[in-house]
């Protein structure tokens, strides 16, 4: 059994990140963590990251973060349009028993 030469270099696809990728899982997370008006642009820039990458052709090694930034913003996203319509339901609940 021979083995390659360890000189050779490795000829597969390269690997590339999106630029994006760091700042669209960071603001996932703050959505969920700090603020949930956060999350519709992490949702949205996801969204954008996502349609690039597959656009590109390339392989992009941080495609997972972005994919859990977009989930974040989605998720956060939800629970803010539930609050509001808890805080909806509360201010029209006290106008309409005072």
Do not use: K
């Not at 999350?39 to 390339?58: C, H, K, V």
């Not at 994919?67 to 309409?96: D, P, Y």
């Amino acid at each position: 059994m021979s083995y390659p030469p360890y000189d050779q270099p490795y000829y597969g696809p390269q690997v590339h990140n999106h630029p994006n990728g760091t700042t669209i899982l960071v603001l996932g997370i703050l959505s969920l963590v700090v603020c949930l008006f956060i999350g519709p642009f992490a949702w949205s820039m996801g969204n954008t990251a996502l349609r690039e990458i597959d656009e590109s052709g390339y392989v992009f090694a941080n495609r997972g973060q972005v994919q859990a930034g977009r989930v974040c913003g989605m998720v956060a996203t939800a629970l803010m349009a539930l609050t509001l319509l808890f805080v909806a339901f509360g201010v029209t609940v006290a106008i309409v028993t005072s």
